[in-house]
């Protein structure tokens, strides 16, 4: 399973997420990610804001709650066995 690396803007605190699942909506790369491979936890959508000429891309978290909602709707249907809830 793939991993990336997520920077706390505030904290610069690095922090290894497991991608279970992307999607591409208007252009923009989303990354449906959890700490944790195989337990139950908290997952969080990756927002991609830019891309690098090296092949690595900088990622935000979602945080606007419509834009959280829709993206939510998209990954809940593509990951169908996961209960996701907002």
Same mark, same amino acid.
């Given at each position: ?28 790369? #989303?990354?449906? @990610?959890?700490? &944790?491979? =195989? ?5 969080? $959508?990756?927002? *991609? ?9 900088? #990622?935000?978290? @979602?945080?606007? &709650?419509? =834009? ?5 709707? $998209?990954?809940? *249907? ?9």
């Amino acid at each position: 399973m793939e991993k990336v690396k997520f920077t706390a803007p505030g904290t610069q605190e690095i922090t290894e997420f497991f991608v279970l699942e992307e999607t591409k909506v208007n252009g923009t790369r #989303y990354l449906f @990610v959890t700490e &944790e491979e =195989e337990e139950d936890c908290d997952a969080y $959508i990756l927002k *991609e804001v830019a891309a690098e000429e090296d092949g690595e891309s900088v #990622y935000e978290m @979602v945080e606007d &709650e419509t =834009e959280l909602a829709s993206i939510g709707k $998209i990954f809940a *249907e593509l990951i169908e066995d996961t209960d996701i809830r907002m």
